[in-house]
């Protein structure tokens, strides 16, 4: 089995969801591939009820607390309400342009396994850390510190996402793919004694260039930005990557 996810960031209003679920359900999809949508709150429950037999349906963001004065966050518990399965968690957005810590990361992390929701964390360097050669040393404390003191029956997902390949067109070469999803499979045996973890690789992945950057064997499939908000384009990734694993 295959996953492709997809991450809708601030994108798409109530029509254009609207045409979206239409288009989706149009595709054929194939057997050996598993669909997710990261999609923004609003759209969680009618996403799930509409798409959720093919496709799973979670958010990008998840409050690191569980209630209070943090005046325009949602909880974990509160989407566990409306079925939400995932959960991105530090994505480099939120990184980013929100400043968020690998410490309050690893809170987020906490709180969707305490409320039955898998997270998926993005992991990744930026464009001078690779150029200064400390992407592994960047990728072993975004690990270490994110999955900080989370129960060893807990699944999560991580998805290794390069910062300079986010809605850039640029790409790393398959083999470094493969090196640094080897790396991050290291580390999650070693440090945080899990193995068998999927791990996805992100950053400008299109249905023309997934067969080949998705190609080793470790590579357990993608999390998708813009390809993911046209349905068909969504669904081709999978169904090119499926073309090469069968
Ligand atoms: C992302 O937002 O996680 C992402 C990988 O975006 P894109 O596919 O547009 O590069």
């Known amino acids: 089995m295959k996953y492709i996810f997809g991450n809708w960031k601030e994108n798409n209003t109530l029509s254009d969801v609207n045409a979206y679920i239409k288009e989706f359900k149009k595709q054929s999809l194939p057997t050996d591939v598993h669909y997710g949508l990261a999609v923004p709150y609003l759209y969680l429950q009618k996403m799930n009820k509409k798409l959720s037999k093919k496709c799973e349906i979670g958010v990008q963001n998840v409050s690191f ?41 690893n809170q987020k992390v906490l709180k969707c396994f305490e409320n039955g929701i898998m997270p998926i964390l993005c992991v990744g360097e930026t464009k001078q850390e690779k150029d200064e050669g400390k992407t592994k040393k960047v990728l072993k404390t975004q690990l270490t510190k994110g999955l900080s003191g989370i129960p060893l029956s807990k699944q999560f997902i991580v998805a290794y996402e390069p910062v300079w390949a ?41 249905p023309q260039n997934a067969k080949e950057l998705l190609n080793a064997s470790c590579v357990d499939g993608a999390l998708v930005g813009g390809a993911s908000l046209n349905a068909k384009k969504f669904v081709d990734i999978g169904k090119n990557l499926a073309n090469v694993r069968r």
């Open 65 to 105: 607390s569980e209630k209070g004065e943090y005046t325009g966050e949602i909880s974990a518990k509160m989407l566990s309400d409306f079925f939400c399965s995932f959960s991105l968690v530090g994505h480099s957005e939120r990184r980013q342009k929100f400043k968020e810590t690998n410490e309050e990361i």
């Open 166 to 206: 986010i809605g850039t067109g640029l790409t790393p070469t398959p083999k470094e793919i493969e090196e640094n999803i080897k790396y991050v499979k290291k580390v999650l045996e070693e440090n945080i004694k899990k193995i068998g973890i999927t791990v996805l690789y992100g950053g400008s992945v299109n």
